[in-house]
């Protein structure tokens, strides 16, 4: 049973820093494209980052330069450091797996509030 758990949200000053995890299981991690997603209040979902199973990472233009996505296949674990956090980085943030740019499963979510 494939199970994503995030962790790491929280509330933030405008410019501060989080580090979101994923702890997945149930599947092997290493062969899986590995996604962060996000959803603001009343909006729809938007791609945060992936970091696919042969390197290489790409972000979403809203967030290049300030989040860095990493993965620890040993570890089974997706991360997201966010840096230079901004209001409209609110929302509640998603780990998910797949593959060449489509998603199979996801997590429950972390919310990430940015607010002074």
């Known amino acids: 049973q494939v199970q994503l758990v995030e962790s790491g949200g929280g509330l933030v000053q405008p410019g501060g820093s989080l580090r979101l995890s994923c702890a997945a299981s149930g599947f092997t991690f290493s062969s899986y494209w590995m996604y962060w997603v996000r959803q603001a209040p009343g909006k729809g979902l938007e791609w945060v980052s992936v970091?696919?199973?042969?390197?290489?990472?790409f972000y979403a233009k809203s967030v290049k330069g300030r989040v860095t996505i990493s993965r620890d296949n040993a570890k089974n674990t997706l991360y997201l450091q966010m840096n230079d956090l901004k209001p409209e980085d609110t929302a509640q943030y998603y780990c998910?797996?797949?593959?060449?740019?489509?998603?199979?499963?996801w997590g429950q979510g972390t919310q990430v509030t940015v607010s002074s």
């Open positions: 998910a797996s797949g593959g060449n740019w489509y998603l199979t499963s």
């Open positions: 970091f696919p199973t042969g390197g290489g990472t």
